[in-house]
């Protein structure tokens, strides 16, 4: 068991509205100049943590992506396979994995671990559960995680990488979770559940949790599978699909949702090629 | 004309810092034609990022090849200096 200390949650629903450098302008102006989209995007949401709370400068950096920064990686193709020039530095550098860690830690004048952390399907989970371990084995005092995605154009293409149907809405986000070890003063605890499930397990394990809760499922989620896991459940759904488009780390914006509007136990069930995975979260 | 006296060629050369240097919050008219660029001088805060940038923006847009630092140092000093090396009558 880990233990929720602070949320931030930014969620564009429609990201091409939204200009996050102006954002970042205001928030941190010393920070725009060589960042991109998807490292202010960081920043803004880390901006929100240290808002609410003091982060101590000896707090591990965890940030999960679906996509990592994309517009950066599409440029260096660009100046590659089109322009056959060499990059500019600043994209050079900020496509090397860690660059927006670097970035957001300066940012929080942070001297600490700063692991950047991506799988293939349920990245959230993955970058929980190596949190939870870190914790629990009592590697890091204290983890900031985040999961950052941006939108990435055109749509079409976006989608196909993605695996996505033709008529999902894409968003973007930056959801972040203050994680420790500690139960004082914490919004809630969190438990990653490591087990992959097929269907049959997941209703089993529905059927197993004691007490009220509410269950709630990601965007991959068939409305097929759903229907049938809510068919007899005597469980409510907690719903946030209507206030996001698909981003694959949006999973965090979920559960720091939950955070912020609800209390009680949550069931988070997610799905990636024919498996589930399941995340039980409760807020006090 | 010598480049130093161009003032289209000069004007041309602190968009080109400004832009391809990240430095927003600059115009032009903010850059003096003397100061040394890389100085604490200068205001702009540029550093050796920024002198690669400039490197490679000068060679797209200028055709000049600057990829020896000492010769970058050389030829980066002032604007009037950087003119004068571009345009040298």
Known sequence: MIYIQQVALINHQQPEDVDVKAICKKVAPKFVRRTDRFIQLGILGVAQIQDKQAISENTALYLTSGQGNISVFKRLCDYRFIEKSPPKPVDFINSLSNTAGFYIAQFLGLNSKNNNLYNHGFVVEMALTLASSDLKLKKEQQILLGGVDQLFEPAEIAKQYLGLKPDVELGEGSNWMLLNREKENALASLEIITQSMNLQQVKAFMRSVEGDYQVAFALRCSELDINELMAKAEQTRFTYEQRVGFYETVALYALNNFIQTEKGLLLFIDYFEGQFRLIKLNVF | ?89
């Open chain 2, 1 to 89: 004309m010598i480049g130093s006296q161009d003032e289209a060629l000069k004007l041309r050369l602190k968009k080109m810092i400004i832009e391809e240097c990240e430095k927003d919050e600059f115009a032009a008219d903010d850059i003096s034609d003397d100061v040394l660029l890389f100085s604490p001088e200068s205001g702009l805060d540029l550093d050796s990022v920024d002198a690669l940038q400039l490197s490679m923006s000068l060679q797209a847009q200028f055709n000049v090849r600057l990829t020896d630092p000492k010769e970058f140092r050389r030829v980066v000093t002032t604007i009037n200096g950087l003119a004068d090396y571009l345009q040298a009558e």
